[in-house]
Every structure is written in C-alpha cells, then in structure tokens.
C-alpha cells in the first residue's frame, strides 16, 4: 500500500511514539487522523504535522470508550474520506506487584482500578478503534492495513501483569484479525517495542537510565523514528500481515 494520498488513523498521537509515527506519515503525504485525549499535545502533533503540507485533523477520543470512538471514526470519515490504515497506539502503564511483601508482611496489591485502567485503553480500546476501522475499510471495499503496537513485555514481565496481559492481547487480536479480515483485502500485524526513549524513558534519572541501555544488546534505547520506520515497513510492504515485528534491539526478557 502507499502512504501517499491515503487516510491513516494514529491513535495516542499526542507524544512519543503516536507523534513520531503521524509526522511520518505526514512527511509521506498521508491524509492524517490524529486521536488522543491529549487535546494540547494533539494539537502541537498536528501543527507540526500540517508544517509538512499534510492534511490532517485532530480528534478528541477516549479508546476506551465505545460511544466516543464510533463518533470519532464516522468524523474522520466525513472529513477525510475512506480509512486506509490504522494504527493503534495508544496505551498508559500503572505498573504495580500483583502481591508485594516486605519484611513477610503484605503492603500492597495491584489494586482492580489499575488493572481494569491498562486493559480498557490498552486493550479494549485497539478492539474498538479495529473494529471501526475494519467496518470502514470493509464497507468502501478498498482493503486496508492495521497495525497494533504491542510490546517486549508481552511475554510477561515482573510489576506488569496489567501491561503485559493487555499487550499478549493485542498480539492475539492482530494474529486474528489477519485470518478473519484477509478476504477483503485487509492487513493486520503488529509490532513489538522494547525500550525507546519517549518521554518517560528520557526523564529517568542517568543512572536508570544507563542500566537499561546497558540491558539492550545494542547498548542504546530505541529512537522513536525508529519504530516509525517499522510502521512504513509494515504499510508499504503488502504481504507482511498476521505476525509480530519485534523491534527491541535484541533484549530479552
């Protein structure tokens, strides 16, 4: 599929790895479509998206909300034509034990309000935002591509079972999404992030930071522009769907 003249929708484009992925898209001549409940970070990922000469809107939406994501999906219809491409970005972490003892005593519990917060936008919000896209792509008969940005983690990884269940989901979803929607032409995979540097990773203090960088085989985080150029890859390439780009540097977990 080519970018060019094509609508993408890039949930989570507010910051980090959403924003990197819009500009892009946008330097590619995409028609954007830009979600997030980040209304002053979405608006700065436009403008500086537009500064390319994309044509793009921004979207107030709440993945994980069902009435807010059918609304915004028939908006963007309306403003921007059939959706191409979607890709599903957007995500929080609320890392936490699922048991933590100290000294033998139990002091906390990964409480039900941050496990059910992950899995309503990190994986019931791709299951809503896919779903829509797919109904688009599927009724204006023109195929299309989903990608879902699930993670290293997905295998599991201590203080995240949140996290890491949403994220083995996620991969589940694009596995099966590719089988069930390849008869209209439509694509789905996934990619598999280790450490980047967004925001987060970047305000760590040097030496937490230092020790993760020195966990990657590659001895450095991933750079947002990175996983972007893995987004292209995955759009442009018509025959990868159905599998998990991995794309964290050699680390494992």
Avoid at 82 to 111: C, F, H, Q, T, Y
Wanted: charged residues 20%; hydrophobic residues 45%.
């Amino acid at each position: 599929m080519q970018i060019k003249n094509n609508t993408f929708v890039i949930t989570g484009a507010a910051q980090g790895l959403g924003e990197a992925i819009s500009l892009m898209l946008a330097h590619h001549g995409a028609r954007l479509a830009l979600l997030d409940v980040n209304v002053e970070g979405l608006d700065e990922t436009l403008a500086s998206c537009k500064r390319t000469g994309a044509e793009g809107y921004a979207f107030t939406c709440d993945v994980a909300d069902e009435t807010s994501v059918r609304r915004c999906f028939a908006s963007i219809e309306e403003h921007l034509g059939p959706i191409a491409g979607l890709v599903n970005n957007a995500g929080i972490l609320r890392d936490g034990m699922l048991v933590k003892v100290k000294d033998d005593e139990i002091v906390d519990r990964m409480s039900l309000e941050q496990w059910q917060q992950v899995i309503d936008i990190n994986l019931t919000g791709v299951f809503l935002c896919g779903r829509e896209a797919a109904t688009s792509m599927i009724r204006n008969g023109k195929g299309g591509v989903i990608i879902n940005i699930s993670s290293i983690s997905r295998t599991g990884y201590i203080g995240q079972s949140n996290y890491a269940a949403a994220k083995a989901g996620v991969a589940a979803l694009s596995a099966t999404w590719a089988l069930e929607l390849a008869r209209y032409d439509i694509r789905s995979a996934a990619i598999a992030p280790g450490v980047f540097e967004t925001e987060m990773v970047a305000s760590l203090r040097p030496e937490a930071h230092e020790r993760i960088a020195n966990a990657v085989p590659l001895r450095r985080t991933g750079a947002v522009d990175e996983l972007a150029h893995a987004v292209e890859f995955i759009i442009e390439n018509d025959y990868f769907s159905g599998r998990i780009l991995e794309l964290d540097g050699g680390l494992r977990f």
